[in-house]
Structures are given as C-alpha cells and as structure tokens.
C-alpha cells in the first residue's frame, strides 16, 4: 500500500521510520519531510497547512493511508477534507482535534465528563486574568488556549511572572490568535509523565509511559521548550497507576467525546502529574509526542501500520500491542540560544559517525545546503538509544550525542535521571 506521512519534525522522521519496516508499504511519501526523512521515503515539498495541495497529491498517487503527524493540519481539518474524498486517513477529525486546539474546550470536556485536573478559569481579557491572579497568588499557571508549539505555558513562581504571561500572550499577542483566551489554573505538584493511547472512536489502548523534559536546562531550569528529550518507560507510571489512568482518564475521554458527537480516532496524549499516586491531567494533545515519539516508537514491535489500520475501522479490540522490553532514551541536540532566538545554517558534523544498531539520529529541524546538512531549527537532532537498562539506554544515547557537533550545538545531560532515581 502507498503511505503518505504529513510533517516535517523529529516525530514525523520517527513515525516514517517505523512505518518503513511495515511489509504492507509499497511506497512511502512524507509532506514536506526533511534531510533525515529522504533516506526512508520520498519527501514531497507541500506545507501541512496547505490542504488542498495535501489532497490533490493523495488523490493523483492514490495514497491508500495519510498519516497526520503534527497538530496544526488536524485542528484545520485535514481529516475531514480527505475523508470527504474517500480517503483513509489516521487523526482525529477537526471536532475531536478541538481537545488541543483549545484548552479551553478540553478544560469543559474533562469537567464534564469527570476526568481529574487542575481548579481552573477561562479568560478572554487581560483585566479580569490579572485581578484572578491578584486574587489567587502564586504559584499559578498561565496558559494560552490555542496552539503554540509547546510554548505556551508558563508555570510562574510569582504573581508578577503570571502577569507578565497573560501580558505577554493577551496584548503583546506573542502567539497571535492562540491568545485570544487564557486559562489560568492551579498549580500541581508532582511528577509530570505522558500517557499516550491508540483511539478507535470507542476505545483507548495505551502505550507503554514515557517522561518528556520541558525546560531548556538541566535540572527542569529555564524556559518551556517543545521538548528536550524522553524516555521510555516512565517509572513514575507504575502498572497499576496505567491501569488508573485508563479507568479515570482515557475511557472517560472516548466515551465523552463519543456522547459529544466527535469521536476520537487516531492518538489521544495525556499529560499527566502524578503526585503520592494521584493522578491528574494537565492538558491533552491529539497526536504522538515530540520528542515522546521516538523513544516510544523505537519500542513499538508490533506493525504501526495495522494498528492505524484498526483505529480507522474500528477493531482495536481485535489486535494484540506488543513492546520491546528494552528502556529508550532520547536526546535533543538544540542550536544555540533555543528556545529564544536561535543561530542557524551551520553544517552538522558527525552524522556518519553514528553506526550503534540500537541507536537512530531523527532529524527534527535539518536542512540541505550545498551538499551539507545544516540546522535550520530549535531543537534539530533527537538522538534516540535502546538499551537492556535504563542506564544502559541513557549511556548509549550519550556516546553517539558526543559524536555529533556544530556550532553552538547543546543539549540536557540529565534526560532520564529521574527514571533512574525511582528504580
């Protein structure tokens, strides 16, 4: 079968490199792919924004299964636009996207349908999110409630941080419309981990837990960024803490948005904050993570594509998930000044040196010029290793890092620590 992946990032190399080991694919396309990507499939140069060109090159190749990796083309609604086609195509329609679209929605969706998460409001003016914040104190989170590539949560310590966010979001408009709302809610102690699931409109499947690393420095020091790395399995998210998780989170999220009329197909993230074996939710997204994808991916055995297949038909009940054992680590090789403004166009050095059967380098922001790969984004490499430990994974991950440079190049030292502290 032809198999079209749509994006461009480390998630979508990682979706592409697994998909590429199925013995159903024929021929394998990625819109707009990257220099990583080129090795597995062929990269067509379309946006994931422009629909109408997404479809009129499914439809001329006769794509028999459209992936969607990123969020932007879901909460436009390129599911929609392809199915109304006749096309096969794994991703939550636009209503169901909607969950990460708008934080505001997914808030009233968990209220709604009981799903434990943070004491929350919802704003659409700066005046009334500041006399909130006057009156609740610090700490508060302060988040825009549209998309802003992971960047649009700040947890502030103070009150003049959190007036600052909503500033920042609401008037200074740093992430435009996704500003136009601000929720503000409590602050939750924990431990954060990811929990992501396969969703065939009636039921979620989880996947085993990962742990992303938001903050740009070691030690969870410095800004948000899209995420510095991951691993696999989160030890904070015991079996039984999974098996809460689909009881109080998961099935209540299918079955809600089932009775809302948009019922969710494709991946169901939850963000979750464990604290003394409590869980509750931070925020959902509706696509695989990045950088969670690649460790998760990397630990997959089964075929990724049967399992889209059954999500899209509405038979997950009829296949089995089988995982690698092994712990997987990834590392994001950042440019320097990320997340700020970052310098870019340096050619990376070292790619072929990485040669570890059990390690993979997913291109995130790369780009070709003039016979070298130079970075072009924030977060550029994520350097992905499986080991018999989690040590041992972490190790390895670290070795081939090490071979890889460029100018101002960077990366935490630390991903994983904390899985090693609970074993």
């Known amino acids: 079968m032809k198999v079209l992946v749509?994006?461009?990032?480390?998630?979508?190399?990682?979706?592409?490199?697994?998909?590429?080991?199925?013995?159903?694919?024929?021929?394998?396309?990625?819109?707009?792919?990257?220099?990583?990507?080129?090795?597995?499939?062929?990269?067509?140069?379309?946006?994931?924004?422009?629909?109408?060109?997404?479809?009129?090159?499914?439809?001329?190749?006769?794509?028999?299964?459209?992936?969607?990796?990123?969020?932007?083309?879901?909460?436009?609604?390129?599911?929609?636009?392809?199915?109304?086609?006749?096309?096969?195509?794994?991703?939550?329609?636009?209503?169901?996207?909607?969950?990460?679209?708008?934080?505001?929605?997914?808030?009233?969706?968990?209220?709604?349908?009981?799903?434990?998460?943070?004491?929350?409001?919802?704003?659409?003016?700066?005046?009334?999110?500041?006399?909130?914040?006057?009156?609740?104190?610090?700490?508060?989170?302060?988040?825009?409630?549209?998309?802003?590539?992971?960047?649009?949560?700040?947890?502030?310590?103070?009150?003049?941080?959190?007036?600052?966010?909503?500033?920042?979001?609401?008037?200074?408009?740093?992430?435009?419309?996704?500003?136009?709302?601000?929720?503000?809610?409590?602050?939750?102690?924990?431990?954060?981990?990811?929990?992501?699931?396969?969703?065939?409109?009636?039921?979620?499947?989880?996947?085993?837990?990962?742990?992303?690393?938001?903050?740009?420095?070691?030690?969870?020091?410095?800004?948000?960024?899209?995420?510095?790395?991951?691993?696999s399995p989160a030890p904070v998210l015991t079996d039984a803490l999974t098996h809460e998780a689909q009881r109080l989170v998961l099935d209540p999220m299918v079955r809600g948005m089932a009775a809302e009329g948009r019922p969710f197909v494709g991946i169901l993230y939850g963000g979750l904050m464990i604290d003394n074996g409590q869980i509750k939710v931070l925020e959902f997204n509706v696509r695989f993570g990045d950088p969670e994808a690649q460790p998760v991916l990397m630990r997959l055995k089964s075929d990724l594509v049967d399992i889209m297949l059954a999500c899209i038909e509405g038979r997950l009940d009829e296949i089995t998930i089988e995982w690698h054992e092994a712990p997987a680590v990834c590392v994001v090789l950042a440019s320097g000044g990320y997340p700020g403004d970052y310098t870019k166009g340096f050619p990376i050095h070292g790619l072929d040196r990485v040669s570890d059967p059990d390690a993979f380098v997913f291109h995130a922001g790369t780009a070709k010029r003039d016979g070298a790969i130079v970075n072009t984004g924030g977060r550029v490499l994520g350097v992905t290793a499986r080991g018999a430990s989690l040590q041992e994974a972490i190790d390895r991950a670290y070795q081939n890092v090490d071979l890889i440079s460029w100018e101002g190049a960077f990366c935490r030292r630390d991903i994983g620590a904390k899985g090693l502290k609970k074993r």
């Open 6 to 231: 749509i994006g461009g990032g480390g998630r979508e190399h990682a979706l592409v490199w697994k998909i590429a080991q199925s013995p159903k694919v024929t021929a394998l396309y990625c819109a707009p792919g990257n220099p990583g990507i080129e090795g597995l499939a062929e990269c067509v140069n379309i946006a994931v924004d422009d629909l109408p060109a997404l479809l009129a090159f499914a439809q001329k190749q006769a794509i028999d299964l459209t992936v969607v990796g990123p969020e932007l083309p879901l909460t436009l609604g390129v599911v929609d636009l392809f199915q109304a086609h006749g096309l096969k195509v794994f991703g939550p329609a636009q209503g169901a996207a909607e969950l990460e679209g708008s934080k505001a929605y997914c808030k009233m969706i968990m209220e709604k349908y009981s799903v434990p998460t943070a004491a929350h409001r919802t704003f659409t003016d700066a005046a009334s999110a500041i006399a909130y914040i006057e009156a609740q104190g610090a700490p508060i989170v302060v988040k825009a409630s549209g998309l802003a590539a992971g960047k649009g949560v700040t947890v502030a310590q103070t009150k003049e941080e959190a007036i600052a966010a909503v500033r920042d979001i609401m008037e200074n408009r740093i992430f435009g419309t996704s500003g136009d709302e601000v929720v503000i809610e409590d602050f939750l102690k924990g431990e954060e981990a990811s929990l992501l699931a396969f969703c065939d409109g009636k039921r979620a499947v989880p996947m085993v837990s990962s742990q992303d690393h938001k903050q740009v420095f070691d030690g969870d020091r410095g800004p948000n960024t899209g995420g510095m790395g991951a691993y």
